[in-house]
């Protein structure tokens, strides 16, 4: 059975020092963690409807917003694909 692992390297809610990495480092192969530059914690969630922006400005500011040149839309497809391969293979590897 493999394990796969993401974590933003800008998430300063659970920091990938100390969250991903002690985890990271107990992985055998084929398992494989994921550090997945100017990401933040939420950088995992879909992009926000915009009228969260003008209904509740907290939470927008909070779950919505990436650092400075994270495209979190460009990520959500290249995540989402790596996830999908990633149990199809584990699902086929049990026939």
């Given at each position: ?78 995540f989402n ?15």
């Amino acid at each position: 059975m493999a394990l796969q692992l993401w974590g933003g390297a800008e998430d300063v809610r659970v920091p990938h020092a100390g969250n991903v990495a002690p985890l990271a480092a107990a992985l055998t192969a084929p398992s494989k963690a994921y550090r997945v530059a100017s990401a933040g914690h939420f950088a995992f969630r879909p992009p926000c409807d915009p009228a969260v922006e003008a209904a509740n400005p907290r939470i927008w500011e909070l779950a919505c917003t990436d650092p400075a040149g994270f495209d979190r839309v460009a990520f959500q497809r290249r995540f989402n694909a790596a996830v999908v391969a990633f149990l199809a293979a584990q699902l086929t590897e049990g026939d």
